[in-house]
């Protein structure tokens, strides 16, 4: 049996974590898994695997002692294949490979950040990410947008290139609420570049109640200008308690094809989504597409009330059709086969 070792730079609860916890799982019964994060958190509470390497000086500045560390793990226990999710674990296991010719290394785009929060410095992190991507043995991208823009802005050879729509195990359905308001979701960290600032101000003045699941340093100032329409439930450990609600919102300045959305349309809600990254193409008639304003969000909730048992239907068929871990997860096995037996 192959040994795989999944490489994330935080064990927080997040969308990287949550697609690595999922990852593990399906690949317990094809590879020994191994994990490779900053500390007992999260992550490494809710997987299984045959061994941890915890080092918080993986989200530190450049280390070479941990490169150096991180390479003695994957000697140790004969690391055949490193699955990289996140910025500085797609760096050190890039670099890793430098030390480890053998082994082979997969880095997975869940939005690339070097183009949608590079500012004026953009143009040295693609090129940086072009460099990296030469070590790589492969890329794997989790949605069409990201594909096009490895392609077309960083320049990454094609041939190198993955795609494999986000999937996620759809979250189990429980009674819906009696409550007749209108409960609007919104799933995320309290934190740039989420834009929860956005729903709060666009629901002033609609019958409707906006809940926030999620923490962060932004949640003093967003509670500050909230009112009495707005509940913070804080951070819950592995929500899933979606069907609650009644319609989903995530508004982000940027994304690559959000899991918490996946989780929101496996349960039927409808969506509203910024029309940022990957977030089109989740949305075909179960939702609504809006740049970061008010005017737009505010409409965008109204139209969602106005079609919600449509939008409702569209979600569950869209998401059973095109991302549902259970029907699809050989896509993976498969894919880190292949890399392997190149």
Same mark, same amino acid.
């Given at each position: 049996m192959k040994n795989i070792l999944f490489i994330v730079t935080k064990s927080e609860n997040g969308g990287a974590q949550k697609w690595t916890k999922e990852q593990i799982e399906i690949c317990s019964s094809s590879f020994?898994?191994?994990?490779?994060?900053?500390?007992?958190?999260?992550?490494?509470?809710?997987?299984i695997v045959k061994k941890n390497f915890l080092d918080i000086l993986i989200y530190k500045r450049f280390s070479l002692k941990y490169l150096f560390k991180l390479s003695k793990f994957i000697q140790e226990n004969n690391i055949n294949i490193i699955i990289a999710s996140s910025a500085n674990a797609g760096i050190y296991a890039r670099l890793v490979k430098l030390l480890n010719p053998?082994?082979?290394v997969i880095y997975v785009s869940h939005g690339w950040s070097s183009i949608y929060n590079g500012g004026k410095l953009k143009f040295i992190y693609t090129f940086i990410e072009k460099l990296l991507s030469s070590l790589s043995d492969s890329i794997l991208t989790i949605s069409k947008k990201d594909y096009d823009n490895a392609k077309d802005i960083i320049g990454i050879n094609k041939n190198k290139i993955k795609w494999i729509t986000n999937k996620i195990y759809p979250m189990k359905n429980k009674q819906?609420?009696?409550?007749?308001?209108?409960?609007?979701?919104?799933?995320?960290?309290?934190?740039?570049p989420k834009r929860v600032d956005l729903l709060i101000e666009a629901i002033?003045?609609?019958?409707?109640?906006?809940?926030?699941?999620?923490?962060?340093?932004?949640?003093n100032s967003l509670e500050t200008m909230s009112h009495s329409k707005v509940f913070f439930h804080g951070e819950i450990d592995g929500f899933n308690d979606?069907?609650?609600?009644?319609?989903? %919102? *995530?508004?982000?300045? $940027?994304? #690559? =094809? /959000?899991?918490? %959305? *996946?989780?929101?349309? $496996?349960? #039927? =809600? /409808?969506?509203?989504?910024?029309?940022?990254?990957?977030?089109?193409?989740?949305?075909?008639?179960?939702?609504?597409?809006?740049?970061?304003?008010?005017?737009?969000?505010?409409?965008?909730?109204?139209?969602?009330?106005?079609?919600?048992?449509?939008?409702?239907?569209?979600?569950?068929?869209?998401?059973?059709?095109?991302?549902?871990?259970?029907?699809?997860?050989?896509?993976?096995?498969?894919?880190?086969?292949?890399?392997?037996?190149?």
């Open positions: 020994e898994c191994f994990l490779a994060t900053d500390k007992d958190d999260w992550l490494t509470k809710n997987v053998t082994v082979k819906e609420s009696l409550n007749n308001k209108i409960k609007l979701l919104t799933v995320a960290r309290l934190a740039s002033k003045d609609l019958d409707v109640e906006l809940h926030i699941v999620g923490d962060g340093i932004l949640r979606f069907s609650s609600y009644d319609i989903f %919102a *995530l508004i982000s300045d $940027s994304e #690559g =094809l /959000p899991l918490s %959305a *996946l989780e929101a349309m $496996s349960v #039927g =809600l /409808p969506m509203i989504l910024s029309d940022v990254g990957g977030c089109f193409e989740l949305i075909e008639d179960n939702g609504v597409l809006v740049n970061n304003c008010i005017d737009e969000i505010k409409n965008a909730i109204i139209q969602c009330i106005d079609n919600k048992q449509i939008f409702s239907e569209n979600s569950k068929i869209i998401f059973d059709k095109k991302f549902n871990l259970d029907k699809n997860k050989n896509q993976y096995i498969e894919y880190y086969t292949k890399v392997m037996g190149n």
